[in-house]
């Protein structure tokens, strides 16, 4: 048991020590729409069952929710991807923002944002609507526009870590984000990352990037042998191989047969009987979008692509994990990997290094509408693990859990820190000093978390009258970190600041309020004009102001960077102001009480137009 802890207590460092950690995510992004139905009937049109649409969520996928798994493990998580000028692209902004990743996206008009829509009865999937085609390609201003986005978020990134080199994860998933333009900008600037992750469904695209991890499935994987036009390797005994003939003919797809060493029965051997009812089906992984044009063989045994058919029938009763182990230096040297991690579904993964040594995981079995998404918590994980110097098979253990922790329920997979501390028996962060403090406790309570390896976050403002807009804000600026204290001027300082009719509310209900927030760890009130002094004291990882101005314009940037943090600034919600409710509080107050037959007020009152919004 003592061993035990202590390995949890050796992992759970590991988790520490990744804390702010600069990542920056490329690729394809995309939005998952969940829409959860009840269905008691059929139609009477068709055999179909009748739909009534109770709840609606959306989330980010793809290269999006790798980013937000990146923010959610506590690493700093910048992405740079294609969206599209459209209503999935601002959800798609949204989930980004209350993630905490920094949005570097590049605005792509009249190409639609990918788009994976689920629809569910009683947490079945009855259907998947997939919008987004990858044959609309980049432009030669979106191309020029990204490569743009990635140099400046690059240098982002390194500058907010004090010149640390960032690491890069590769996020490739067929749907255009990537062309060939901006493939050979990553593999010509290989050198200003100090880490670099690949997931890709075409790992042959992605030749001289030299990543330090690849994480393909197993599909992916086998694909790849294949087109590498590898010749079969002399076995004994029960070993498992795949056999690639030599000469494929240029206009059709390559065999690759997944079947036992020779010596062993085949199915594609005429003497071959029947599989038995009780074996597991063959690994069929799901097509890349480029190989579209996917069809099941007339024999209903192999699945064909462009490029590959892989015989479902022959890898009947044949265990996954050992064939990959016994493929995982072909795999390392196709891919120019240190470490190449076969993920298996609910099987868990195969993970090799340079040692020669294969690394297995497991996982738990569930059903596939919990595992969307597992992936991208996995590579996320594997990534930062790798990223702060852990021994591989501690990244892959972190990895594993990772994965295995996000799949308790429908929907798209994130994994927390604390989640995943927990998960290892560590306690999260808690605190016994009271939400309101006074600044003279704030060193104590700094210090306390400091000292736990956890990072603060700080921003200050008046919160007069406390809106949505600040709501969103402040659970915006807590994603940013480990601990949220907010400093809220005195009634004193509102006036100065705001005019002898302000604060609307004293600082005492303002305070409370704040500190109700669930976001909101403690709430300090400041005299001064300025919360320069609550800076030094503080020492900030990160300070937030609200405004859609560059981080370089908030006065106190110069002092919280020669401090050693970083500045952040955060858009507002529009149309949510201080200022704009209490001029309408005013308007309808003086306004004499409208007729039965006019319009509601709410629906003329110009102000309700206005994007401005003060604290």
Not at 193 to 201: E, G, K, N, P, R
Not at 299 to 308: A, I, K, P, R
Not at 350 to 364: C, I, K, L, Q
Not at 495 to 519: Q, W
């Amino acid at each position: 048991m003592a061993g035990a802890a202590a390995e949890q207590r050796r992992l759970a460092t590991v988790v520490e020590s990744w804390l702010g950690r600069p990542v920056l995510i490329v690729g394809d992004a995309m939005l998952d729409e969940w829409r959860f139905a009840d269905s008691d009937r059929l139609c009477r049109e068709a055999p179909a069952p009748v739909l009534t649409l109770r709840r609606r969520i959306s989330a980010a996928g793809g290269a999006a929710n790798t980013a937000v798994n990146v923010a959610a493990l506590g690493g700093r998580a910048v992405l740079v991807a294609p969206v599209g000028a459209d209503v999935a692209g601002d959800e798609l902004h949204d989930c980004l923002d209350r993630a905490g990743v920094w949005d570097r996206t590049v605005n792509q008009p009249g190409r639609p944002t990918p788009v994976k829509r689920r629809m569910l009865a009683g947490n079945q999937i009855l259907l998947r609507e997939d919008s987004g085609d990858p044959e609309d390609a980049l432009g030669h201003d979106g191309v020029s526009r990204l490569l743009t986005a990635l140099s400046c978020a690059t240098e982002e990134l390194r500058a907010a870590a004090g010149g640390e080199a960032p690491t890069l994860v590769v996020c490739d998933y067929g749907l255009g984000a990537l062309p060939a333009p901006v493939r050979a900008w990553l593999v010509e600037n290989r050198q200003r990352y100090a880490t670099v992750a690949l997931d890709a469904h075409d790992l042959a695209d992605w030749r001289g990037l030299a990543p330090t991890v690849v994480t393909p499935s197993f599909a992916e994987a086998t694909r790849l042998l294949a087109r590498a036009g590898g010749t079969t390797r002399p076995t004994g005994g029960t070993e498992l191989h795949l056999e690639h003939p030599d000469g494929d003919p240029t206009d059709g797809p390559s065999e690759m047969t997944l079947g036992a060493a020779p010596g062993a029965v085949r199915a594609d051997d005429d003497t071959a009987s029947d599989p038995a009812p009780d074996r597991r089906p063959g690994p069929v992984g799901e097509p890349t979008p480029g190989e579209g044009r996917v069809a099941l063989t007339g024999d209903g045994l192999s699945v064909t692509g462009t490029g590959v058919t892989v015989n479902t029938r022959a890898g009947e009763g044949v265990d996954r994990a050992v064939l990959a182990e016994s493929r995982l230096a072909e795999l390392r040297a196709h891919t120019g990997a240190d470490v190449v991690a076969v993920t298996l579904d609910t099987e868990g993964a195969v993970v090799g290094g340079a040692d020669g040594e294969p690394r297995r995981s497991h996982s738990t079995p569930v059903p596939a509408s919990h595992a969307v998404g597992a992936g991208d918590a996995y590579l996320a994980a594997m990534t930062l693990a790798l990223a702060a110097d852990a021994p591989l098979p501690t990244a892959a253990q972190l990895a594993q859990l990772a994965a295995t922790i996000t799949v308790s329920d429908t929907g798209t997979c994130v994994c927390r820190r604390d989640d995943l501390l927990a998960a290892l028996d560590q306690p999260t962060h808690t605190t016994s000093h009271p939400a309101l403090v006074g600044g003279d406790e704030l060193d104590a309570i700094v210090a306390e978390y400091r000292e736990a390896g956890r990072s603060v976050v700080f921003t200050n403002g008046c919160f007069d009258v406390l809106h949505r807009g600040h709501v969103r804000y402040l659970e915006q600026a807590r994603a940013l970190g480990d601990l949220l204290i907010v400093a809220v001027n005195s009634d004193g300082s509102v006036r100065r600041l705001k005019g002898p009719d302000r604060p609307v509310n004293p600082v005492e209900d303002r305070g409370a309020l704040l500190a109700a927030l669930a976001c909101v760890d403690h709430v300090v009130v400041f005299e001064e004009d300025s919360p320069a002094a609550l800076i030094e004291a503080v020492r900030p990882d990160v300070y937030v102001k609200g405004g859609d101005y560059p981080p370089e314009l908030v006065p106190e940037a110069p002092l919280v960077r020669r401090l050693g943090g970083q500045v952040r600034t955060l858009g507002y919600v529009p149309d949510r102001s201080t200022s704009a409710i209490i001029e309408r509080i005013r308007s309808h107050s003086q306004d004499p009480a409208p007729h039965l037959n006019d319009p509601a007020p709410h629906l003329t009152d110009p102000s309700l137009s206005s994007r401005t919004q003060a604290s």
